[in-house]
């Protein structure tokens, strides 16, 4: 489903990607787990060009997209991608944060988005904060907000990038449960994560990078288990 | 009428009073058309300096430098004056070397027409900056997040981006409308009777120039006083519907 071939990025000298290959299949979860600073969310930033590759080659379902011809936007509208510090429309309510990608770019009918988004809202927990602004919803609930926006484009993939890290511990839960819900209905999800509760658990595949590199991938059991990497096990041995 | 200097002085104040409201109506329709016309110029203005496009980007550094670094006095001689020098310069040169007809017979542009124009033109200038700040403020993680969904560049601009940066520039775009109120003054040297214009044209017939003079300083104290209090309730406004 997706398949990164030595992909290198660059910032003028600083070389953040060090030929990343890696491929993820239809339905599977794949979690990043590193140190910061090792290029993780740069990676994911990667799969829907919201940083562009300086080297190699990403596909998507077999379509090369960093590729010029490629429309992007199209691209983007079947991955859906969960910021770190949310990024929702702080103008529009959470029901007009839903739908306006939609009705914008899939021209869905309002009453049509709307009625998905009412779902949306349902599956997240929030039926009842469809009229409200984001600056009346706490962290937790902003960010279960922006994952029924990003659902609500019906993408092929989800992006998570450090979805709980801006959270007060107490709401970290909320989310990673509607994020397990996902992963057990079948979305692919690729998921940039400190939760190794949340990697363990809901992970098919876990890869661990550091310094731009892909250092160890596999099984949870086995990343966690009985990992080879001397970096990774100091890593293990820091947080757990 | 009887009182000494002082029944005087409130009489020739009182008489012309009528005639600097008609000047203070012109110095607000110029001022209301200019921050008009120059909003729709700056917000154009502010996305062509934001364009990726380098060209595009430094053609527009390049009119909004022009426009806020010579003074307003010499654009709006340049606009009366020098426009209508290049036009007969040039019709005379096409006339002579190419035999084209004459199209021309007039060169000045009508002194509302000139006011406007200079007005706008520099009044553009400084939106644009007013609207590229506006929109810099707001989080990349915005554009990011339209992005991301699909949405274009011009969408992302246009759904979530310029909303929030709108109401950011209201205070000074306030500012703006109070400062192009008060340089409207320059005009007079033109000849068009707005505020100022009527002061010296009564200063001129009565010689009473302090008294008038004060007035008409007053007049527009008045009327920046009031515009600086409408900002302030719309930002109060817009604040509390976020």
């Given at each position: ?240 | ?97 190419l035999g084209m007809p004459q199209i021309l017979h007039n060169y000045a542009l009508p002194i509302f027409v000139i006011a406007v124009l200079a007005t706008t033109l520099n ?120």
């Open positions: 489903m997706i398949e990164v071939k030595n992909l290198h990025k660059r910032f003028n000298k600083l070389h953040v990607l060090k030929g990343i290959d890696c491929r993820v299949s239809a339905q599977e979860v794949v979690c990043v787990i590193g140190p910061s600073g090792s290029g993780k969310s740069t990676f994911l930033r990667c799969i829907n060009l919201l940083e562009e590759p300086t080297e190699g080659e990403i596909y998507i379902e077999n379509v090369k997209i960093n590729d010029p011809k490629t429309n992007i936007n199209n691209i983007r509208a079947e991955v859906g991608m969960v910021f770190q510090r949310f990024n929702l429309f702080p103008h529009k309510t959470a029901l007009e944060n839903i739908t306006l990608a939609p009705a914008k770019v899939r021209n869905v009918s309002k009453q049509e988005a709307e009625r998905d988004a009412h779902k949306l809202l349902q599956k997240v927990g929030l039926t009842d904060k469809a009229n409200v602004y984001p600056d009346q919803l706490s962290g937790g609930q902003q960010q279960r907000v922006a994952i029924a926006r990003a659902l609500a484009m019906k993408p092929k993939v989800m992006l998570f990038d450090e979805p709980t890290s801006a959270l007060d511990p107490e709401m970290v839960g909320e989310v990673l449960a509607v994020m397990k819900d996902l992963a057990r209905e079948g979305m692919t999800m690729i998921v940039v994560t400190h939760e190794m509760g949340f990697a363990r658990e809901v992970g098919d595949r876990v890869i661990f990078m550091d310094e731009g590199c892909i250092l160890e991938e596999g099984t949870p059991e086995k990343i966690f288990g009985d990992p080879h990497n001397d970096r990774l096990k100091s890593f293990l041995s820091k947080i757990l | 009428m009887s009182g000494g200097i002082w029944g005087d002085i409130l009489d020739v104040v009182i008489e012309s009073f009528p005639f600097f409201l008609t000047g203070a109506s012109m110095t607000i329709k110029i001022t209301v058309l200019a921050v008009t016309f120059g909003c729709i110029l700056g917000l154009f203005l502010a996305l062509l300096r934001l364009s990726k496009n380098r060209l595009i980007s430094f053609l527009a550094v390049c009119y909004i430098d022009f426009f806020r670094g010579t003074p307003l006095l010499v654009q709006i001689l340049i606009i009366a004056f020098g426009i209508p020098n290049l036009l007969e310069v040039g019709q005379s040169y096409l006339v002579k070397n009044s553009g200038a400084y939106i644009a900056e007013i609207f590229r700040a506006g929109v810099q403020s707001i989080d990349r993680g915005q554009m990011e997040a339209a992005r991301s969904l699909g949405l274009t560049h011009a969408q992302a601009m246009r759904y979530i981006i310029l909303p929030q940066a709108f109401k950011r520039v209201v205070p000074p775009l306030g500012n703006e409308f109070i400062a192009m109120l008060k340089d409207t003054s320059l005009l007079s040297v033109i000849g068009l009777v707005e505020l100022t214009r009527s002061g010296q044209l009564t200063v001129g017939a009565t010689y009473k120039a302090f008294p008038v003079l004060l007035t008409i300083a007053f007049i527009y104290l008045v009327m920046t006083l009031a515009i600086s209090r409408l900002v302030d309730y719309l930002e109060r406004r817009l604040k509390t519907g976020d």
